[in-house]
């Protein structure tokens, strides 16, 4: 796995816990080669280490705190001169912590960077939370790109797809999104109206009878008010409230593991980077009060 790796002088929480010891691994993925608007999410795995440095760790969502999980970070992955260099590092890595029976962890990078997980994992379902479907054909003459990976994905394995918090799609995404059977979404609008219920039952409707599950935040979900640096921001998305009370209804044991992208730490002074790391960890302790029971 090393032949993929360029360890991090600054570890997520400062952790020191070797891979061998870790349930839970951490991997940055500092790609942005195809960013379509504001580029420089290859700076937010630093950045996002840097905040969770000055996180309190005490979870009152969970009661759990930093000793009662085992968190190692292996760096980031190299190879990084293409976007199928990048997505093919995600994936040779992501498969060997799978492999080691350790729940992976991507911070990307761009959205992209979470086909290598898909290809690696396989998982029968992906909650997904974005603005967008990144369900176009191609942009910009890109067949893939942070706006057409979750298409090239659905067009390679066979697995069910909930979106939730989108608002920023295209008309040809929209058609595309009405025809495919496997595929759910529930705007911000709704979730904004109907609240945390309405996004946990639909994803806990299309989890019903699937035995894995990935799950990806795009940090665009988040209303530009909680996550102005992004790489496209889009207004009206929900609350850092909202999407950790959505995965406290819904996350369990079939998780295998999940990403956050698209911070571009450098449109802002530090709240996106703070929120994702916050987010990390909350997600982290869920996965782990599920694992409990
Ligand atoms: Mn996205
Ligand atoms: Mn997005």
Redesign the pocket.
């Known amino acids: 796995m090393e032949e993929f790796l360029n360890p991090t002088m600054q570890p997520f929480l400062d952790s020191t816990t070797p891979f061998e010891e870790a349930h839970y691994v951490i991997i940055g993925a500092p790609f942005d080669g195809t960013s379509s608007y504001r580029r420089g999410s290859r700076f937010a795995p630093s950045a996002i280490r840097r905040a969770s440095l000055y996180m309190e760790t005490l979870s009152l969502r969970t009661g759990l705190d930093l000793d009662d999980v085992e968190i190692a970070d292996v760096g980031d992955v190299k190879g990084l001169e293409s976007v199928e260099e990048a997505v093919y590092a995600v994936e040779a890595v992501v498969r060997r912590v799978l492999g080691a029976g350790k729940v992976p962890i991507v911070i990307g990078g761009e959205?992209t960077v979470?086909l290598g997980a898909l290809r690696a994992l396989k998982p029968d379902a992906v909650v997904?939370f974005?603005?967008?479907f990144?369900l176009r054909d191609s942009l910009l003459g890109l067949r893939l790109s942070?706006?057409t990976f979750?298409r090239r994905a659905l067009e390679e394995f066979d697995t069910k797809l909930v979106v939730l918090g989108c608002r920023a799609l295209s008309r040809e995404e929209m058609e595309f999104a009405s025809d495919e059977d496997d595929l759910t979404f529930v705007t911000s609008a709704e979730l904004l109206k109907n609240g945390v219920e309405r996004g946990a039952e639909a994803v806990l409707e299309e989890l019903g009878d699937v035995s894995s599950v990935y799950l990806?935040i795009?940090m665009?979900v988040l209303d530009p008010a909680y996550a102005p640096a992004v790489g496209n921001p889009s207004p009206e998305g929900i609350s850092v409230t909202m999407l950790l009370d959505i995965l406290a209804e819904v996350v369990d044991g079939r998780f295998l593991g999940f990403d956050v992208?698209?911070v571009a730490p450098h449109y802002d002074s530090g709240l996106t980077a703070t929120h994702a790391a916050y987010i990390i960890l909350e997600t982290i302790y869920a996965l782990e009060s599920a694992r409990r029971g």
């Open positions: 959205h979470t997904d974005d603005a967008h990144d942070h706006a979750m990806s795009d665009d992208t698209e």
